[in-house]
């Protein structure tokens, strides 16, 4: 080979070079686009699954009281339970196990909204799941990871899957707070 066309032969490699830059730099762009995309559909999931929730809870509990402007339910004519306006937050006791679908509901609705790795009891009594329960619990937390759902890391601690770790199918250790 003389020395022209080894020029040449450099010169080609140098433009494949810059060319394989330039899709690499493309797919890293994309693949940050898709990984918003899907961040993007898990919230909206989620929210789709609470307000799910929220209609079931209140079809079950009959007639709601039915918000005003503000966000926050009328009960001024509602003077049927004065206890209601200091009730806390927390959920009920369950009168019986949850059922399978209430239970992962309940689940990705609290690691959604966590933030962080929660333990397999914590995650247990947060849901109102009786504290005997803890291997059913479990159990529904390990087929959830396999669903790619959510992330277990370190053994007994888990966290809401990122959409980075759904789209590679891995279960990275996410850092417990």
């Given amino acids: 080979m003389d020395e022209r066309q080894g020029r040449a032969m450099t010169t080609l490699f140098e433009r494949l070079d810059e060319e ?18 899907e961040e993007h559909l898990i919230r909206l999931t989620i929210t789709r699954d609470t307000l799910l929730s929220l209609v079931n809870d209140t079809s ?4 709601p009281a039915v918000p005003d402007e503000s966000g926050r339910p009328d009960t001024e004519g509602d003077q049927s339970d004065p206890a209601a306006s200091t009730a ?12 399978l ?18 333990k397999v009891n914590d995650i247990t009594a947060a849901i109102g799941e009786d504290p005997t329960r803890v291997e059913t619990t479990r159990s529904r937390l390990k087929r ?10 370190p053994t007994a601690w888990f966290t809401i899957a990122l959409p980075a770790e759904a789209a590679e199918g891995g279960t990275p250790s996410p850092g417990v707070a």
């Fill in 20 to 37: 394989e830059l330039n899709v690499r730099k493309e797919l890293g762009e994309l693949r940050t686009e898709i990984a918003a995309a």
């Fill in 60 to 63: 079950q509990s009959g007639d």
């Fill in 88 to 99: 806390t937050a927390e959920p009920a006791p369950p009168s019986g196990p949850l059922g």
């Fill in 101 to 118: 679908e209430e239970a992962r509901e309940r689940i990705l609705t609290l690691l959604a909204g966590s933030g962080r790795a929660l």
């Fill in 144 to 153: 959830l990871v396999k669903e790619v759902r959510v992330a277990e890391g």
